[in-house]
């Protein structure tokens, strides 16, 4: 099992930057992808940006040249970096992991607003 901890959400305005942190615990050395993802009601669930434990990352359209994510050393924490935040990007945002065994692993979320 995996458990995920999302922090470092709150209100920003537009413009500005926020970095969520996620913190990972128990069979860490199973996950293989690490990523993001948010939510706003009413809509599915749309993919952020991910991290393969080697290290590549990808991105939506939407948030590239904008969002970096990253990890620590340990692997074990997953960072997304925010600048230029706009309105568009209020959402709650939400860590994901994928195991060995392609079992999906989700914290339980974190708000974001964006709001002047």
């Known amino acids: 099992q995996v458990r995920l901890v999302e922090t470092g959400g709150g209100s920003v305005q537009p413009g500005g930057s926020l970095r969520l942190s996620c913190a990972a615990s128990?069979?860490?050395?199973?996950?293989?992808?690490m990523g993001w993802y948010r939510q706003t009601p009413g809509k599915t669930r749309e993919w952020v940006a991910r991290?393969?434990?080697?290290?590549?990352?990808t991105y939506a359209d939407s948030v590239k040249g904008r969002f970096t994510v990253s990890t620590n050393n340990a692997k074990d924490t997953v960072y997304l970096q925010m600048h230029n935040l706009e309105p568009e990007d209020t959402a709650v945002y939400y860590c994901?992991?994928?195991?060995?065994?392609?079992?999906?692993?989700w914290g339980p979320g974190i708000r974001v607003t964006v709001s002047s």
């Open positions: 994901n992991c994928v195991d060995l065994a392609d079992r999906d692993w």
């Open positions: 128990g069979s860490i050395s199973s996950i293989y992808v």
């Open positions: 991290l393969t434990r080697v290290g590549a990352t």
